[in-house]
């Protein structure tokens, strides 16, 4: 068996958490990647639109999730994305894979990552390669 | 004896089998040929196509100026007056949008569209927890009545006309633009403009809501009554097919959903008791222009002649200016790429292109940094120059419709008609647009587009220059962004308390009561949220009075 079939076949152990934070109501993207990322095999949950931060860590810690992707096309993810990664590092999801994408100005990857972020994803970037950083990096459990 | 359909008809099936042998040695490059909406479209069309489809020239074309508007609304189109320039703006603080405003005023635009920050849209004000890093992100942030001053300062309100692109709390961001146009003695009539006001895309594809559906669309009503009794020339309602097609939906489908919340607002505007020639001549429509050429021509020809027989056979209306759809346009925001951003500067060209070519009265061209970030004053002035040259340069505001006739425009025309109406035959089988948008209807026909549009994308079945086909390796990004720190919801909130503090508390309070009686008694609300707005009370003061009464709309994540 290759790598890329366990991978594949891990998926369905997967819980994968898209969430929508802040006011913005630009939800194409999440739904389309939702959509993705249930047809490939993995377990996805999404929060719907208008989530304060503490919802949605709230939905990650009842899911016990393995991934959460963050979808900002507001301009607000500085302020947003490290309340969410906090909150759940607080609550104990230390291994939860935090995935963010949107419209995010190159000028504030560093800072996204450095508040946790493993992986900012923008405009452009097809479903394979965000299928595939999720098989390689979703926490083992 | 040349223009003979049998004839034609003849000649083209023994074209037809030299075409078939030209084939083995020139193949056709892809499996299928569709638009962007993946539509499929023949090769070639001819009088018989038109024919074979019952197609009458002076039934379905007509002439510009005239019923069914196929051509264009204006008897000259260009030649009298091209198409307003209106680019939309809107960020930060009201004194930096008003500073783009006037940049774009000097550099020849000829009417105003204001974006709002999401806060606003939301109809909370900038010191809001619900704010936290939003204020004058993606639009300009206004709390009170001082922030509209600001904004408009030294903008002859009677001269210019505005736009202001916002929805759930429409009718006090209106409200506040009455007092403040009021207060600086501008006469009624004078006001002229468009409020987006469409709160039922809202649910369908942008999603700034604040009530559930029944009490949103009573505010969209309120605001036509209210404007058709006291400002005769105010665009009451523009309904937006524009976050429709950019969510996700194909041409037709933003043509259907578009023409069918027309129809409910005047549905319900007639409901109300009101006097379809007296309010129809000031709804306006806004759609988006997109990659696909001819598929986009033709859905604004198509757009037109559905609108004036829906007004004139379905709803009875008589004035002609009950029956023209005008419309604003933009270009298509979801097409322009991140990779390589020069190369969004032709394709907004082409697109505007499409929009004039399609007779629309009002355009927006994006800039080119637009997937980045908000544009720079030089991005913005790239983009209205786009506009200029295909005014000034290209001599297609010459002609009125250059491409009506063609055997292939009309048969696009007719083609893109005929599946909108199928759509809207539907929803009326459905009991209407707000019945389908609360079963979610459009929303589930949009959300499938646009994952079949992702996957034709990651097969390479659909192309994006630079992001699927021809990437080249990029070195750090050199365009210039424009960026809004946090500074600004300081100073917003700092300029709100100072106004909080020195209103009359007890005043502002007793309005406030006003409109929620109002809001209790179901009467108009227009005439307590002008009062109450001219007082300084703020737009979430007055739209959590609403949502007392009203409640909050929810959707359920579902994708």
């Excluded at chain 2, 008809?9 to 490059?29: G, Q, Y």
């Excluded at chain 2, 009573?218 to 009794?229: M, N, S």
């Excluded at chain 2, 893109?416 to 079963?439: F, P, Q, R, S």
């Amino acid at each position: 068996m290759n790598e890329a079939v366990i991978e594949s076949s891990r998926r369905n152990k997967i819980r994968v958490l898209i969430a929508k934070p802040g006011l913005d109501g630009h939800d194409r993207g999440a739904k389309v990647i939702a959509r993705a990322l249930r047809d490939a095999g993995f377990e996805v949950i999404y929060t719907g639109l208008h989530q304060t931060p503490e919802m949605i860590v709230k939905a990650a810690i009842q899911e016990d999730v393995h991934v959460i992707g963050i979808s900002v096309l507001s301009g607000a993810h500085n302020a947003l994305v490290p309340e969410v990664i906090q909150g759940i590092r607080t609550a104990g999801l230390t291994d939860t894979l935090v995935l963010v994408g949107g419209i995010i100005p190159e000028e504030d990857f560093e800072g996204l990552k450095a508040a946790g972020t493993a992986m900012v994803f923008t405009p452009g970037t097809s479903l394979e390669e965000i299928i595939n950083y999720i098989d390689k990096n979703a926490p083992v459990r | 004896m040349g223009n003979d359909i049998r004839s034609i008809a003849e000649k083209r099936k023994l074209w037809e089998e030299r075409l078939l042998a030209s084939l083995k040695k020139v193949p056709e490059r892809p499996a299928r040929f569709t638009t962007l909406s993946d539509m499929e479209v023949p090769l070639l069309c001819t009088p018989d196509d038109l024919d074979k489809i019952g197609f009458d020239y002076e039934r379905d074309v007509g002439f510009p100026g005239e019923f069914p508007y196929t051509r264009g609304v204006q008897y000259n189109m260009y030649r009298g007056k091209l198409w307003t320039m209106r680019q939309f703006a809107g960020f930060s603080t009201p004194e930096a949008t008003n500073k783009r405003f006037k940049l774009l005023l000097e550099q020849g635009q000829t009417g105003l569209s204001t974006a709002f920050d999401m806060p606003t849209l939301m109809g909370y004000d900038c010191d809001s927890p619900k704010a936290m890093g939003e204020v004058g992100k993606c639009g300009v942030s206004v709390s009170t009545i001082a922030d509209m001053e600001e904004l408009f300062a030294d903008i002859p309100l009677d001269q210019v006309t505005t736009s202001m692109t916002i929805n759930g709390p429409a009718i006090v961001i209106l409200a506040m633009y009455y007092a403040m146009a009021e207060s600086r003695g501008v006469p009624k009539e004078k006001v002229r403009g468009t409020l987006q006001n469409d709160i039922l895309k809202e649910y369908i594809a942008q999603k700034e809501w604040l009530f559930p559906i029944a009490p949103a669309v009573k505010c969209v009503i309120d605001t036509i009554e209210y404007g058709t009794q006291h400002y005769p020339n105010w665009n009451t309602v523009s309904i937006s097919g524009y976050h429709i097609r950019e969510a996700g939906a194909t041409a037709v489908q933003e043509l259907a959903f578009t023409l069918a919340d027309g129809m409910a607002y005047v549905e319900e505007s007639l409901k109300r008791g009101l006097d379809i020639d007296e309010f129809a001549p000031r709804l306006s429509f806004f759609f988006d222009v997109h990659n696909d050429f001819f598929e986009e021509i033709a859905k604004f020809r198509a757009a037109r002649r559905i609108w004036a027989r829906m007004m004139k056979d379905r709803y009875g209306a008589k004035s002609p200016k009950s029956w023209m759809l005008r419309t604003h346009a933009q270009t298509a925001g979801v097409s322009l790429t991140a990779q390589q951003p020069m190369n969004n500067v032709v394709r907004v060209a082409v697109q505007a292109m499409a929009g004039v070519l399609g007779g629309v009265n009002s355009l927006h061209t994006n800039s080119m940094d637009e997937t980045l970030a908000l544009p720079t004053d030089e991005a913005v002035m790239v983009a209205l120059r786009t506009q200029q040259v295909i005014a000034e340069e290209s001599g297609i505001a010459n002609f009125a419709d250059p491409l009506g006739g063609s055997y292939l425009v009309e048969y696009l025309t007719n083609k893109v008609e005929t599946e909108a109406l199928a759509y809207i035959k539907k929803i009326d089988e459905m009991g209407g647009m707000i019945k389908a948008v609360e079963n979610g209807y459009p929303q589930a026909e949009i959300g499938n587009s646009a994952y079949h549009f992702q996957r034709q994308l990651e097969k390479k079945e659909k192309v994006m220059v630079g992001v699927n086909k021809y990437q080249v390796e990029e070195k750090k990004r050199t365009l210039e962004t424009l960026y809004i720190d946090r500074s600004v919801e300081k100073k917003q909130a700092e300029k709100l308390r100072a106004i909080k503090a020195r209103r009359d508390q007890a005043k502002v309070q007793s309005l406030l009561l006003s409109v929620r009686n109002a809001a209790e008694r179901n009467e108009n609300l227009m005439p307590s949220i002008v009062e109450a707005v001219k007082e300084f009370a703020t737009l979430q003061e007055v739209c959590d009075t609403l949502r007392g009464v009203y409640g909050e709309y929810r959707e359920e994540g579902k994708f």
